[in-house]
């Protein structure tokens, strides 16, 4: 049974950094495509940015590009996103997520692993 834990949520002011961790257990977690996505209030779930299983090729979503960047340690089992000049529209919980499939894929429906989510708030 795979399982994913966040860490590195947190509060901050708009402009701030926080640097997020997922670690991974109970798979093979270099063969899975990882993601996170983010859930704000009356939202629904969205996609942030994803990475391949080699690490060689991300995808972010339009909101996030040139602020965020994800990366994966597979000797650690670790998916990271970093996230700079953060905004108060980035609040949400944020959720990563694993891909068995090899599918380099934004659609939520089609990960088959989730976290638990940590929260993030970013003051104005």
């Known amino acids: 049974q795979v399982q994913l834990v966040e860490s590195g949520g947190g509060s901050v002011q708009a402009g701030g950094s926080l640097r997020l961790s997922c670690a991974a257990s109970?798979?093979?977690?270099?063969?899975?495509?990882m993601a996170w996505f983010r859930q704000a209030p009356g939202k629904e779930r969205e996609f942030v940015a994803l990475?391949?299983?080699?690490?060689?090729?991300?995808t972010y979503a339009d909101s996030v590009k040139g602020r965020f960047t994800i990366s994966r340690d597979n000797a650690k089992n670790t998916v990271y996103l970093q996230m700079n000049n953060l905004k108060p529209e980035d609040t949400a919980v944020y959720y990563c997520?694993?891909?068995?499939?090899?599918?380099?894929?934004?659609?939520?429906?089609?990960?088959?692993?989730w976290g638990q989510g940590t929260q993030v708030t970013v003051s104005s």
């Open positions: 997520a694993g891909e068995r499939d090899l599918l380099m894929t934004t659609n939520r429906g089609e990960y088959d692993y």
């Open positions: 990475i391949k299983w080699s690490g060689t090729r991300t």
């Open positions: 109970g798979g093979t977690f270099d063969r899975y495509v």
